[in-house]
């Protein structure tokens, strides 16, 4: 206790006994802050000038307006009372309970007496102080966690219950206090025939926690069931003996719904990987195939019949070509490869797609700007937005109406640029996708990228189009703005940075294979796939290149080494048996610096290498290729240095 002098306030009507108890207080080290004697000016002075401690004659004048003025005092500011009583009359001292004073003393005033009143009751209505506060805290903190808390006693009746807990049982803390709480925390378990565990039971019978974490489900009061956790512990006094248990739950069955997401969305990660692994190989395959139908071609301009015949198989090569490429869009393993296109040409190419995507019940217009600007952008994945964007649009009219694609310029200027937290001045392409169907509220449109956000049914919707496309726009440092109102139809608008014309040269496919060829330049090829890597001998060799092929990078190097590392361009498989293809290239880059390189893959996304590749910057090929491609890509590998 601090060792200012406590204050007290005397209220006593008979002037002479009020001096002669100020006297003493002061004698036993108290200070007197007023004395007064009427109720009236009890309670003036106990709010200006508040004491520690009030006592009281219960008799003021004729009545026992000391009564209520204690009552006051204690209800408004919280200050105890200690009563001074000449006499107790039953009824006198019924109501004084009442007023809850802290003690009484009798007159005449025995010294000691008073003292010990003052002492105690200072000391109780401190200790009771921090109990309140100590309770509030308790009381709020049990209020505020999301976690549902039920506490009871020693034979397992309840307690309390927070609100929380009320919520997720139904029960209302009133109801269940004093229930055995088996009654109120009813549990069962998925598996019905399985024994649940009574978990209060357990840490009452043995003392110890537990925790039921296994589909353990909660009865509610109206006989819903819910996944729940949780766990039971003992309560103890400061001796150590158990007093109660509390129980703390809470609902999972938001996290039951997300793991089975995330069982989904691995298993499709598998399928993902098995689809990217089976392209791979097969892309090989298609290589070869493909190589060696264009070599025997022009060998039969005599043979029109086979070369029909041939030129089938070559198509149906292309074909099968596609397919792969879908797989590995469909695993997401392949890389975005940044390309110059013409954001028209491409939604032309898909308009067959989208017709039958949508059916006949809806409209296609298509609203394209003519000379768009070009865009560097990934063609696979900017598809994939317009069929998943037109699949949505389809979703959100089943009973017709129109689809609008539209591409237009448009310049963000710097204060426009601030509307969006993804916008930036500059000059863009806009890709514009409306429909005339449902709508959205602004719940809904909050909450559109968001992974596994759907309204769809159940098999309907997965609620990762708008996610995908999300990160896709993201990836391409573009972005997304949506405009819709329920059944006022949605417009999504992609804006993607516009690049000035200018030609590329690895997009010069009007040059004649004739332009294309080599002038004996000396080529170190390494594949260690034997069909592909005798095709490719062959065919570099007739296009006029120099050609030394390896099956692995040791033997690589031993040739390189042979021939005095007399070679103009490496051309190397990414995935060899003995060492990556993007090693091997970084050996010979140290020995000689300005030979040219040239890395090719038919499964670049699972290559753990492909980052190495894209910093770089090592010219790319993606198996299978056609001989023009490949011519293409040979002159432009020759055309650059890596330290370029
Ligand atoms: P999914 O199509 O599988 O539900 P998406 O991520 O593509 O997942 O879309 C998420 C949600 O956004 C949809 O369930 C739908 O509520 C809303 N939505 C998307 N596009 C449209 C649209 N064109 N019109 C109305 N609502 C849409
Ligand atoms: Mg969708």
Redesign the pocket.
Same mark, same amino acid.
């Given at each position: 206790m601090n060792t200012e002098k406590k204050k007290i306030l005397v209220v006593e009507d008979e002037h002479i006994i009020a001096m002669e108890i100020q006297d003493r207080l002061e004698d036993l080290g108290y200070h007197v802050t007023d004395t007064v004697g009427s109720k009236q000016a009890a309670i003036q002075s106990a709010e200006t000038n508040p004491p520690d401690l009030v006592l009281m004659d219960i008799m003021l004048g004729n009545e026992t307006g000391g009564l209520d003025a204690a009552e006051y005092i204690h209800v408004h500011f919280d200050i105890p009372v200690v009563f001074l009583t000449a006499y107790s009359d039953k009824k006198t001292l019924a109501r004084a309970k009442q007023a809850e004073p802290y003690g009484y003393i009798l007159k005449p005033l025995d010294e000691r007496e008073v003292s010990t009143a003052v002492e105690i009751s200072l000391y109780k209505h401190e200790m009771e102080k921090q109990l309140k506060a100590h309770k509030e805290w308790l009381s709020t903190t049990l209020k505020s966690i999301g976690d549902a808390v039920i506490t009871t006693d020693r034979w397992g009746s309840v307690v309390s219950l927070n609100p929380s807990a009320e919520k997720l049982t139904g029960w209302s803390q009133q109801d269940a206090i004093g229930l055995s709480v088996n009654k109120v925390f009813r549990i069962t378990n998925d598996n019905e025939t399985e024994w649940v565990k009574d978990p209060v039971g357990i840490v009452l019978d043995t003392g110890e926690s537990v925790s039921l974490t296994n589909n353990t489900l909660l009865i509610t009061k109206k006989g819903d069931k819910i996944a729940i956790d949780d766990n039971a512990a003992p309560i103890r006094d400061d001796h150590g003996n158990l007093n109660g248990v509390v129980l703390v739950f809470r609902n999972v069955e938001d996290k039951k719904q997300l793991d089975e997401q995330l069982r989904q969305a691995s298993k499709m990660q598998a399928i993902g990987t098995l689809a990217g692994g089976i392209a791979h190989d097969f892309n090989n395959i298609l290589t070869a195939i493909r190589g060696n139908t264009e070599l025997i071609l022009p060998e039969l301009k005599q043979m029109p019949v086979i070369h029909q015949f041939i030129q089938e198989i070559q198509d149906s090569v292309d074909q099968a070509a596609e397919l792969t490429r879908k797989l590995l869009l469909f695993s997401c393993s392949k890389p975005f490869s940044f390309e110059t296109l013409d954001l028209n040409t491409l939604i032309e190419n898909m308009t067959d797609l989208i017709f039958r995507l949508i059916g006949d019940q809806i409209q296609f217009k298509k609203v394209l700007l003519p000379e768009l600007s070009s865009i560097k952008a990934d063609r696979d994945t900017l598809e994939q937005i317009l069929l998943?964007?037109s699949?949505?649009?389809r979703?959100?009219m089943p009973k017709g109406g129109t689809l609008t694609i539209r591409t237009k310029h448009v310049t963000i200027s710097e204060s426009q640029s601030r509307m969006h937290a993804e916008a930036r001045p500059g000059h863009f392409v806009c890709l514009s +996708?409306s429909?005339t %169907?449902?709508?959205?509220n602004k719940k #809904?449109l909050e909450? #559109?990228?968001?992974?596994f956000?759907?309204?769809?049914k159940h098999g309907?919707?997965?609620?990762? %189009?708008?996610?995908? +496309?999300f990160g896709i726009v993201k990836e391409h440092r573009g972005w997304i703005e949506v405009r819709?109102k329920p059944s006022e %139809?949605?417009t999504?608008d992609i804006y993607l940075e516009a690049i000035p014309k200018k030609p590329d040269l690895a997009a010069q496919t009007d040059l004649p294979i004739q332009a294309l060829r080599g002038n004996g330049e000396r080529i170190l090829f390494i594949e260690d796939e034997t069909k592909v890597r005798t095709f490719m001998e062959k065919t570099l060799s007739k296009s006029n290149f120099v050609t030394f092929a390896a099956a692995n990078a040791k033997e690589a190097m031993e040739i390189f080494e042979r021939e005095n590392g007399n070679f103009d361009l490496i051309f190397s498989d990414v995935e060899l048996p003995d060492e990556s293809g993007v090693a091997l290239a970084e050996k010979i880059l140290k020995i000689k610096p300005n030979i040219h390189i040239l890395l090719t893959s038919g499964y670049p996304g699972y290559s753990t290498k492909w980052a190495d590749i894209q910093k770089k910057a090592y010219p790319f090929l993606e198996k299978p290729y056609s001989l023009v491609t490949l011519l293409q890509k040979i002159r432009l590998a020759m055309s650059k240095h890596q330290n370029e």
């Amino acid at each position: 206790m601090n060792t200012e002098k406590k204050k007290i306030l005397v209220v006593e009507d008979e002037h002479i006994i009020a001096m002669e108890i100020q006297d003493r207080l002061e004698d036993l080290g108290y200070h007197v802050t007023d004395t007064v004697g009427s109720k009236q000016a009890a309670i003036q002075s106990a709010e200006t000038n508040p004491p520690d401690l009030v006592l009281m004659d219960i008799m003021l004048g004729n009545e026992t307006g000391g009564l209520d003025a204690a009552e006051y005092i204690h209800v408004h500011f919280d200050i105890p009372v200690v009563f001074l009583t000449a006499y107790s009359d039953k009824k006198t001292l019924a109501r004084a309970k009442q007023a809850e004073p802290y003690g009484y003393i009798l007159k005449p005033l025995d010294e000691r007496e008073v003292s010990t009143a003052v002492e105690i009751s200072l000391y109780k209505h401190e200790m009771e102080k921090q109990l309140k506060a100590h309770k509030e805290w308790l009381s709020t903190t049990l209020k505020s966690i999301g976690d549902a808390v039920i506490t009871t006693d020693r034979w397992g009746s309840v307690v309390s219950l927070n609100p929380s807990a009320e919520k997720l049982t139904g029960w209302s803390q009133q109801d269940a206090i004093g229930l055995s709480v088996n009654k109120v925390f009813r549990i069962t378990n998925d598996n019905e025939t399985e024994w649940v565990k009574d978990p209060v039971g357990i840490v009452l019978d043995t003392g110890e926690s537990v925790s039921l974490t296994n589909n353990t489900l909660l009865i509610t009061k109206k006989g819903d069931k819910i996944a729940i956790d949780d766990n039971a512990a003992p309560i103890r006094d400061d001796h150590g003996n158990l007093n109660g248990v509390v129980l703390v739950f809470r609902n999972v069955e938001d996290k039951k719904q997300l793991d089975e997401q995330l069982r989904q969305a691995s298993k499709m990660q598998a399928i993902g990987t098995l689809a990217g692994g089976i392209a791979h190989d097969f892309n090989n395959i298609l290589t070869a195939i493909r190589g060696n139908t264009e070599l025997i071609l022009p060998e039969l301009k005599q043979m029109p019949v086979i070369h029909q015949f041939i030129q089938e198989i070559q198509d149906s090569v292309d074909q099968a070509a596609e397919l792969t490429r879908k797989l590995l869009l469909f695993s997401c393993s392949k890389p975005f490869s940044f390309e110059t296109l013409d954001l028209n040409t491409l939604i032309e190419n898909m308009t067959d797609l989208i017709f039958r995507l949508i059916g006949d019940q809806i409209q296609f217009k298509k609203v394209l700007l003519p000379e768009l600007s070009s865009i560097k952008a990934d063609r696979d994945t900017l598809e994939q937005i317009l069929l998943n964007l037109s699949m949505n649009a389809r979703d959100a009219m089943p009973k017709g109406g129109t689809l609008t694609i539209r591409t237009k310029h448009v310049t963000i200027s710097e204060s426009q640029s601030r509307m969006h937290a993804e916008a930036r001045p500059g000059h863009f392409v806009c890709l514009s +996708i409306s429909d005339t %169907g449902v709508g959205m509220n602004k719940k #809904i449109l909050e909450r #559109i990228f968001e992974p596994f956000f759907t309204t769809k049914k159940h098999g309907k919707g997965t609620g990762l %189009g708008l996610a995908v +496309i999300f990160g896709i726009v993201k990836e391409h440092r573009g972005w997304i703005e949506v405009r819709s109102k329920p059944s006022e %139809g949605s417009t999504f608008d992609i804006y993607l940075e516009a690049i000035p014309k200018k030609p590329d040269l690895a997009a010069q496919t009007d040059l004649p294979i004739q332009a294309l060829r080599g002038n004996g330049e000396r080529i170190l090829f390494i594949e260690d796939e034997t069909k592909v890597r005798t095709f490719m001998e062959k065919t570099l060799s007739k296009s006029n290149f120099v050609t030394f092929a390896a099956a692995n990078a040791k033997e690589a190097m031993e040739i390189f080494e042979r021939e005095n590392g007399n070679f103009d361009l490496i051309f190397s498989d990414v995935e060899l048996p003995d060492e990556s293809g993007v090693a091997l290239a970084e050996k010979i880059l140290k020995i000689k610096p300005n030979i040219h390189i040239l890395l090719t893959s038919g499964y670049p996304g699972y290559s753990t290498k492909w980052a190495d590749i894209q910093k770089k910057a090592y010219p790319f090929l993606e198996k299978p290729y056609s001989l023009v491609t490949l011519l293409q890509k040979i002159r432009l590998a020759m055309s650059k240095h890596q330290n370029e």
